[in-house]
């Protein structure tokens, strides 16, 4: 197949560092451990085995809210699928069991 010339023509540019430095996570308080700043803090640091669990059983953090992500498109999409999947499994064992 044939795919023609290199794309050499095109230049990415960024400037500065992107930082997010409000997170909107008033709401969490009492409910899910933040950082400093206000980021969900999510696995290790919030004694939890899943990367993406929050302090607060059932409650997952994501993207740029949650604290130590790398604050970029395709992994705040790619850590939004992942974590589906844990919901799913999260709701199969909480859910009540008919009596
Ligand atoms: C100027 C700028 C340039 C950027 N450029 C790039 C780039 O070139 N490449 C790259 O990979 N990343 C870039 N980023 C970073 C990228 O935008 C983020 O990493 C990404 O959008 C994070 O996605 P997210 O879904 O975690 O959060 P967000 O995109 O911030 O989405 C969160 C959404 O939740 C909504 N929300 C918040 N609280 C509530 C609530 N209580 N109820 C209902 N809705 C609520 C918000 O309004 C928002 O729409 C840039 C960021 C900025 C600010």
């Known amino acids: 197949m044939d795919i023609g010339e290199p794309l050499d023509r095109f230049v990415y540019v960024a ?16 409910l899910a451990a933040t950082d400093a700043k206000g980021f969900a803090i999510t696995g290790a640091g919030a004694g939890q085995a899943d990367d993406y669990a929050t302090t607060a059983p059932g409650i997952f953090a994501v993207g740029d809210v949650r604290a130590g992500s790398v604050k970029r498109v395709a992994s705040a999409v790619g850590e939004g699928s992942v974590v ?16």
Do not use: C, F, N
Request: charged fraction near 30%.
């Open 15 to 30: 400037e500065g560092e992107i930082e997010v430095v409000d997170p909107y996570t008033g709401w969490l308080s009492g």
């Open 84 to 99: 589906v999947s844990r919901i799913w499994q999260y709701l199969k064992d909480t859910r009540a069991k008919p009596g």
